[in-house]
């Protein structure tokens, strides 16, 4: 299990086998998401740009990774890379990104349909800290 924890200040992050999840203070990157799933073996990326829930707060970065990784497996994806801004995020600006990468068409919609549908926690997490530590949401993976 080659997990991966990324300690810069405003970023926090997870990778694991072809999944990247990561918490950050800034602007969100399409470009840079995107290049996360690149893949030659990917016929299809498929691309979710989220606007702000107002008073739920992002997945920890542990639940976010396993519901990474459990995508990848179900859909067969190349890559999968899950993106949450923390904080005050201005009107017009994404809180969150998802983008899936698969060899065909039909599995990458399926999957970035998947996981916008349920992008929404399920749960109440704790602060910005806990989240970058994967704690926060009491084990449970905000799939709802």
């Not at 990247?20 to 990917?42: C, E, H, K, M, W």
């Not at 890379?81 to 005050?88: K, N, W």
Request: net charge positive; charged share 20%; proline share 6%.
């Amino acid at each position: 299990m080659a997990t991966q924890d990324t300690v810069d200040p405003q970023d926090s992050s997870l990778t694991q086998d072809g999944c990247y999840v990561a918490l950050t203070d800034g602007p969100l990157n399409l470009q840079s998401i995107t290049d996360r799933v690149r893949s030659p073996q990917a016929g299809a990326i498929v691309l979710f740009a989220g606007a702000p829930i107002h008073g739920l707060p992002p997945l920890a970065l542990r639940s976010m990774l396993d519901i990474a990784t459990a995508l990848k497996a179900k859909h067969g994806l190349k890559g999968v890379a899950m993106v949450h801004r923390l904080g005050v995020v201005p009107i017009g600006e994404e809180s969150i990104l998802i983008a899936v990468s698969s060899p065909h068409r039909q599995a990458a919609w399926r999957a970035g349909e998947e996981r916008s549908r349920s992008a929404r926690p399920a749960s109440r997490c704790g602060s910005a800290r806990s989240l970058r530590a994967g704690r926060g949401c009491g084990g449970r993976i905000g799939m709802g």
